[in-house]
C-alpha cells in the first residue's frame, strides 16, 4: 500500500490561509486519484476535494472559490490551499489516494488538524 504524509495544519483565525501537503511514497504508480477529506467532531468523514493523475479536479461546493487542490507527479505530493478560512472549516484533515484497480482499498494518511478561530 501507499504510505501518505501530511503537513501544514494549525490554528488560523477566520479570514487567514493555510496550506496542506500530503507527500506519498511506495507504489506511486498505482495511484490514480489524489484528495483531501476531512472530519469534523461528530460528523462523517467528507470529501472536500481531489485530483486525477492527468491533473483534472473536482471541488465540493462549499470550498468552491476559496481551496484549491494542485499535483505533482514528478514529487508524488498533492497539496490544498485553504483562503478564507471559516470556523466552520475547523476539522481534521485526511489526505486520500484511490488506486487504478478499484478492488484495492483507499489508502489515508494519518490526518492534520486544521483549527480556525473566530
Known amino acids: 500500500q501507499v504510505q501518505l504524509v501530511e503537513s501544514g495544519g494549525g490554528l488560523v483565525q477566520a479570514g487567514g490561509s493555510l496550506r496542506l501537503s500530503c507527500a506519498a511514497s511506495r507504489f506511486i504508480f498505482m495511484i490514480d486519484t489524489m484528495g483531501w477529506y476531512r472530519q469534523a467532531p461528530g460528523k462523517q468523514r467528507e470529501l472536500v476535494a481531489s485530483v486525477t493523475r492527468a491533473g483534472s479536479t473536482a471541488y465540493v461546493d462549499f470550498v468552491k472559490g476559496r481551496f484549491t487542490i494542485s499535483r505533482d507527479n514528478a514529487k508524488n505530493t498533492v497539496d490544498l490551499q485553504m483562503n478564507s478560512l471559516k470556523p466552520e472549516d475547523t476539522a481534521v484533515y485526511y489526505c486520500?489516494?484511490?488506486?487504478?484497480?478499484?478492488?484495492?482499498?483507499?489508502?489515508w494518511g494519518q490526518g492534520t488538524q486544521v483549527t480556525v478561530s473566530s
Open positions: 486520500n489516494a484511490k488506486y487504478y484497480e478499484r478492488w484495492r482499498p483507499d489508502s
